[in-house]
């Protein structure tokens, strides 16, 4: 079985090419894989399937290295996008996830994606009852917003002062989320220009999240803190994010890392 390392910002994917068949990517295969002493290591395994909307170029499945899936990832689509385009020649395409279908454009150095417009009432996130998603009442009043899975947007005075092992799995796993949730904490350097950490679900700690720095513009944004276009500083470096009204675009930089092919004794357990 082949597999292509990428990564969006230093948030990493094994992308695994079903388009043409093979076996059965199952939740225990994601959890070998996703050990980064045992298996190959990532913050999401992505997919690759024969797109059932006759307009896509692809659909993806994304998940995480606990083995659950997520219906989105930003840098994920990003990444694969940026294979499509390689194979292609083209610098526009479609692709189908569960979350819907997203657009994808290359901008000079930069894939750009639509993730979406973003899910802004309490069933949407979803959250386990009504309440204003805008200040959940919840220690820190956090802001939460669906971007085809659940974020929980901390606004802290300092984000790098948080401890994300700590806290990032005592809100993933609050009763408040039925689907657990995505937790960034994050500060506001000027009105163009966000700090973010984030916490994913899954139980790990990513250099970057596509699907939470959307999150996390439409969040500010909301609040008054920033404008709808916004830089947002994750530990992997800056993503471009840009609220239309169409969507959220998310823009940055992907990178293939290497490629290999997994021993049939990992892929077969």
Same mark, same amino acid.
């Given at each position: 079985?082949?597999?292509?390392?990428?990564?969006?910002?230093?948030? $990493?994917?094994?992308?695994?090419?079903?388009?043409?068949?093979?076996?059965?990517?199952?939740?225990?295969?994601?959890? @070998?894989?996703?050990?980064?002493?045992?298996?190959?290591?990532?913050?999401?395994?992505? /997919?690759?399937?024969?797109?059932?909307?006759?307009?896509?170029?692809?659909?993806? $499945?994304?998940?995480?290295?606990?083995?659950?899936? #997520? %219906?989105?990832?930003?840098?994920?689509?990003?990444? #694969?996008?940026?294979?499509?385009?390689?194979?292609?020649?083209?610098?526009?395409?479609?692709?189908?996830?569960?979350?819907?279908?997203? $657009?994808?454009?290359?901008?000079?150095?930069?894939?750009?994606?639509?993730?979406?417009?973003?899910?802004?009432?309490?069933?949407?996130?979803?959250?386990?009852?009504?309440?204003?998603?805008?200040?959940?009442?919840?220690?820190?009043?956090?802001?939460?917003?669906?971007?085809?899975?659940?974020?929980?947007?901390?606004?802290v005075d300092d984000a790098e002062a948080v401890d994300l092992a700590k806290e990032g799995p005592l809100w993933e796993t609050h009763p408040l989320f039925p689907e657990r949730t995505n937790v960034e904490f994050v500060h506001i350097i000027?009105?163009?220009?966000?700090?973010?950490?984030?916490?994913?679900?899954?139980?790990?700690? @990513?250099?970057?999240?596509?699907?939470?720095?959307?999150? /996390?513009?439409?969040?500010?944004?909301?609040?008054?803190? @920033?404008?709808?276009?916004?830089?947002?500083? %994750?530990?992997?470096?800056?993503?471009?994010?840009?609220?239309?009204?169409?969507?959220?675009?998310?823009?940055?930089?992907? %990178?293939?890392?290497?490629?290999?092919?997994?021993?049939?004794?990992?892929?077969?357990?």
């Open positions: 079985m082949q597999f292509i390392k990428m990564h969006g910002a230093e948030n $990493d994917f094994v992308l695994l090419d079903r388009r043409s068949g093979g076996p059965e990517v199952t939740p225990g295969l994601a959890r @070998t894989l996703g050990d980064r002493r045992s298996g190959v290591g990532f913050d999401q395994l992505i /997919v690759l399937r024969p797109a059932q909307d006759a307009d896509a170029a692809v659909r993806l $499945d994304f998940l995480n290295a606990d083995g659950s899936a #997520a %219906a989105a990832c930003g840098n994920g689509t990003r990444c #694969a996008a940026h294979l499509i385009f390689e194979e292609t020649r083209r610098d526009r395409i479609t692709i189908e996830t569960a979350s819907g279908r997203l $657009d994808c454009q290359r901008a000079g150095a930069a894939i750009r994606v639509n993730m979406g417009p973003p899910r802004l009432t309490w069933d949407g996130v979803p959250l386990a009852y009504p309440v204003d998603i805008d200040a959940l009442p919840l220690d820190g009043t956090p802001a939460a917003v669906g971007m085809g899975n659940p974020h929980c947007v901390f606004f000027d009105r163009g220009h966000i700090r973010m950490r984030v916490w994913e679900r899954g139980g790990m700690i @990513t250099r970057a999240c596509g699907s939470g720095a959307c999150a /996390v513009a439409v969040a500010a944004a909301r609040r008054g803190l @920033t404008g709808r276009e916004v830089t947002i500083r %994750a530990d992997g470096g800056p993503l471009e994010l840009h609220w239309a009204d169409e969507g959220v675009w998310l823009s940055g930089p992907t %990178a293939r890392v290497f490629e290999g092919v997994l021993d049939r004794e990992v892929w077969g357990q």
